[in-house]
């Protein structure tokens, strides 16, 4: 679907994991240039009409140029545009002329959503650092979107300022008309300040066309630092009030069972505060206080068998806005390394790590505690200063957390799950050589306050300190990007015990010289970093790199990553064609070529792949891609024991979509992967989005996958000589997942949104086998069978050990948990209406309804062959229902 994502990437004429360096300045096309003018006693009403009298005098300019289809040709239609500014608001007017109105399109969508719809944007460098900008945007609709660029070429599409904006309909086109506070901008007061400034038009009725006002061609890179300039404000100064946004809150809940009986109703209140205020240094300091985001959508559903954490984004406000300036990464790309950065922000309010103690001698009746750890405080100070230097400061703090249990008797018991926990994290960036080239660094602190808790097997204290360099060079047609951190945690022995034997590093691993186990340490060290090398301008672009991370390093308290003891080699190159032929209209080839080692030099794997993507005249979409990788020593399948090889595989994928801009789009993706050792899985995922009218919209997202495993994981045993069998089976799963979304707007500023997701899926575990020989290529040499008649099973149907010779005397036993057949149900569903009666200010209605079912071993059948009926099962769930209403107001002081 087309949306404000891709057209930035269209602008920055690259793909989604290149967009990283500065243009090339083309001296035979000079900058653009415009001069606001100041208005004295004048009103601007802010309707759309561009029809007061100051309009009328302002100095205005046009002749755009198409970025697409025709990349650098005149636009197909003519747009021009002028500024005025009074002491508190810049004033844009653009009026979009087109010789067919008729055609003109403006989909009615909640603020921030994408469409493909006609728009209208301004993008401002107030810093004129050629690296900043702050972008705002307006559809024939009249709906809103603003973002936040950085770094040049990355943008914070979760940024929301506050600010007016109306467009107008007339027999030659339409028209936008924005008012921005000087407020809501950052830059440095002076007498003639310059700024940087581009203003583009999207009309995707004609093949999509992108036109800009200062033009730079897809060859080139970059993306801020090709603006043109804003001159004329003379003397410019913004007031810097103090926004407080107070919210009250009322919520109640009951399951399905319950529902209508008054006395089963589960009721709180809540009240709470974010706060803003601007500073003329050029930082902004955002807090809140007692933080509710009841309205936030849910994380969609999974059931994750593997031992490596599962990466969510984030979807709260107060941690989405800003983070960009917070983040420090040490990963590239779009795979599974793309994640890794020592600030995750929902560490902050995860899910308690402890458990709910229940009291052997008493029947318990019910249990209460929380889902997320609740957040007392939170604040952060970011910006950046004249002198170049980015800031960024957070903390954050959140309360101790028990669980009650409550029993038949009438008593009841409680214990700690979530230690009281402070955060507090610390970003700069200096620029260089006019933003050519930055070094930043980072430092963050976990503490958790575990005196008088059970739970010193935590971690007491997790700090990471990071240095960073970005560097273009060679008339900025090349990058350099490096990175190093260094981790230090402490706590208690057990905690340094677990953390040494965690699935993330497995130092207890008997076959590698490199790893140690110290059961008497209290602290842990260990660092990673990266360094890249690239050109990004031209069709062809290239990177190549090595990111590594040692096997001490530990960065989750905070951070996220999910394994370490990792060295990682990649070369990419790409070639893009951006000029239409008889067939497409642009197209995309890609090469990779990676490696992956442990520190111990064992090689984990070698491959590559080839993919590309291509767009037809139509504007239907298609791509695919196939992968080969070389197995290698897997350090993590045996959950702590010795490195086992594995086989070498091919993937496959696929992906169709239709023309986005059609009431009704189709899409679909499919995958196949097939490995030596005859492991096999398929998924397909089609889509479908129907918009019967210009304010609905309809959605259905199907998912479908099949996999069909040889060596699954169950359990690890012993035997009378305390000699360690690595168990596995053969497993077939199937996962299903349908997700309906229905969007209806009804006005710019009120919406109805709905969302609901049913998951299941269903696994069976058969043909048990042990590890013979870890080290051998063949499946036969590396695994043997262990004969159906001598496995003995437990009363759940879960494997209990093998008896060989069938003498009712166990051979080998388990000593750890034993994976079994299981059979997995989830609902997820959320109804919110939003109304945004005052700029600003909002008010939610919320209904959210949620169950889950899971069955094990002998409860466990699998998923029935009928899907429709599965599905249904999974919607008559006995869900737990809640009910809010959150109202807040925007207060200026």
Same mark, same amino acid.
């Given at each position: 679907m087309k949306s404000l994502r891709i057209t930035a990437l269209l602008l920055a004429g690259t793909l989604p994991v290149l967009t990283l360096a500065s243009v090339q300045e083309n001296p035979d096309r000079p900058t653009r240039n415009i001069s606001a003018q100041k208005i004295n006693g004048s009103h601007i009403n802010i309707d759309g009409r561009l029809d007061d009298p100051a309009w009328?005098?302002?100095?205005?300019?046009?002749?755009?140029?198409?970025?697409?289809?025709?990349?650098?040709?005149?636009?197909?239609?003519?747009?021009?545009?002028?500024?005025?500014?009074?002491?508190?608001?810049?004033?844009?007017?653009?009026?979009?002329?087109?010789?067919?109105p008729s055609q003109i399109t403006g989909i009615l969508t909640r603020r921030d959503e994408s469409s493909p719809s006609d728009w209208l944007y301004i993008s401002i460098d107030s810093y004129h650092d050629h690296r900043t900008a702050f972008e705002f945007g307006l559809n024939a609709a009249g709906v809103k979107q603003d973002l936040r660029r950085y770094d040049d070429t990355n943008a914070d599409f979760d940024w929301d300022a506050v600010w007016e904006g109306a467009v107008s309909h007339n027999s030659d086109g339409w028209s936008a008309e924005f008012a921005i506070p000087f407020r809501e901008l950052r830059f440095n007061t002076g007498e003639n300040p310059t700024w940087g400034l581009n203003v583009y038009r999207e009309l995707p009725g004609n093949d999509n066309e992108l036109a800009i006002w200062n033009y730079w061609s897809h060859e080139e890179s970059g993306f801020v630092s090709n603006y043109g300039e804003l001159t004329g404000l003379n003397k410019i100064q913004t007031k810097q009030p103090l926004y407080i946004s107070p919210y009250i809150m009322g919520q109640t809940g009951a399951n399905d069972v319950v529902l209508g009986e008054s006395d089963a109703y589960e009721s709180l209140s809540n009240v709470g505060a974010d706060i803003r205020k601007n500073f003329d240094l050029g930082l902004t300091f955002s807090g809140t206080i007692n933080p509710d985001f009841g309205q936030v959508e849910a994380d969609p559903a999974e059931f994750n068998l593997t031992e490596f954490e599962t990466y969510f984004s984030e979807k709260r406000s107060f941690f989405i806005e800003g983070g960009n300036i917070l983040n420090f990464s040490?990963?590239?790309?779009?795979?599974?390394n793309s994640a890794n950065s020592l600030f995750y922000s929902r560490r902050i309010g995860r899910s308690p790590h402890g458990y709910e103690d229940v009291l052997d001698h008493a029947e318990a009746i019910s249990v209460d505690k929380r889902d997320r750890t609740r957040i007392l405080a939170a604040g952060k100070f970011t910006g950046k200063l004249d002198n170049g230097l980015s800031l960024g400061i957070m903390t954050a703090a959140t309360p101790e957390e028990k669980a009650r249990v409550r029993y038949a008797d009438g008593s009841s018991s409680e214990n700690v799950i979530e230690p009281a926990t402070t955060y507090v994290l610390t970003r700069v960036q200096q620029d260089l050589r006019e933003g050519l080239t930055t070094v930043g660094g980072i430092l963050t602190a976990t503490n958790r306050s575990l005196d008088g808790t059970d739970m010193d097997w935590l971690r007491e204290k997790a700090y990471t300190a990071g240095i960073d360099l970005n560097h273009n060079f060679n008339d900025r047609n090349y990058i350099l990007q490096s990175a190093l951190a260094y981790s230090y945690v402490a706590g208690s022995k057990d905690a340094i015990l677990r953390t040494q034997l965690h699935p993330s590093r497995y130092f207890q691993r008997p076959d590698a010289p490199h790893l140690s186990v110290d059961s008497s340490a209290t602290s842990l060290t260990g660092f990673g970093g990266k360094f890249i090398l690239g050109k990004t301008s031209g069709k062809v672009n290239a990177f190549a790199g090595i990111l590594g991370t040692s096997p001490g390093f530990e960065i989750n308290d905070l951070g996220f990553m999910r394994s370490v003891d990792n060295i990682n080699q990649f070369?990419?190159?790409?070639?893009?064609?951006?000029?239409?032929?008889?067939?497409?209209?642009?197209?995309?080839?890609?090469l990779n070529q990676w490696a992956n080692w442990t520190f111990g030099s064992e090689l984990k794997s070698l491959g590559g792949n080839v993919n590309g993507n291509a767009t037809l005249l139509n504007n239907w979409q298609f791509g695919g891609g196939i992968n080969y990788n070389i197995g290698g020593m897997t350090p993590y399948h045996?959950?702590?024991?010795?490195?086992?090889?594995?086989?070498?595989?091919?993937?496959?994928?696929?992906?169709?979509?239709?023309?986005a801009r059609k009431a009704f789009f189709a899409s679909a993706s499919a995958s196949m992967f097939v490995s030596d050792d005859n492991v096999r899985s398929y998924s397909l995922s089609p889509g479908l989005r129907w918009r019967p009218k210009k304010n609905i919209s309809l959605s259905l997202g199907p998912d479908f996958t099949f996999l069909d495993d040889?060596?699954?994981? #169950?359990?690890?045993?012993? &035997?009378? =000589?305390?000699?360690?069998?690595?168990?596995f089976s053969g497993l077939e799963q199937l996962a299903t997942s349908v997700t309906f979304r229905a969007d209806i707007i009804l006005s710019t500023t009120l919406s109805l949104q709905y969302y609901t997701q049913a998951f299941l899926t269903g696994g069976d575990y058969h043909n048990f086998i042990e590890v013979d020989d870890n080290t051998a290529k063949d499946f036969d040499e590396r695994f043997a069978v262990l004969n159906d008649n001598a496995?003995?099973?437990?009363?759940?149907?879960?494997?209990?050990? #093998?008896?060989?010779?069938? &003498?009712? =005397?166990?051979?080998?036993?388990?000593?750890?948990g034993v994976d079994s057949d299981f059979n997995y149900k989830q609902l997820t569903s959320n109804l919110v209406l939003r109304w945004e009666y005052s700029t600003g200010s909002v008010m939610y209605l919320v209904w959210s309804r949620g169950a889950s079912q899971y069955n094990q071993a002998a409860w466990a059948n699998g998923l029935d062959s009928d899907p429709v009926s599965e599905l249904r099962s999974v919607m008559g769930l006995d869900a737990d229902n809640i009910f809010l209403i959150k109202i807040n107001k925007l207060l200026n002081i």
């Open positions: 009328e005098h302002a100095p205005r300019q046009g002749q755009f140029l198409q970025r697409n289809p025709v990349d650098g040709a005149d636009a197909s239609q003519n747009t021009e545009f002028a500024i005025l500014y009074d002491e508190h608001y810049l004033y844009v007017g653009i009026h979009a002329y087109d010789d067919d040490l990963g590239f790309g779009d795979g599974d070369v990419w190159v790409g070639y893009r064609e951006w000029e239409a032929n008889d067939y497409l209209q642009n197209y995309a080839i890609n045996l959950r702590g024991g010795p490195g086992v090889q594995g086989p070498d595989n091919v993937s496959l994928w696929s992906f169709i979509s239709s023309d040889t060596w699954a994981w #169950v359990t690890t045993m012993s &035997d009378s =000589t305390d000699g360690i069998h690595y168990i496995l003995d099973f437990d009363v759940r149907g879960a494997l209990g050990g #093998v008896d060989f010779d069938n &003498d009712g =005397t166990l051979d080998y036993w388990p000593v750890s």
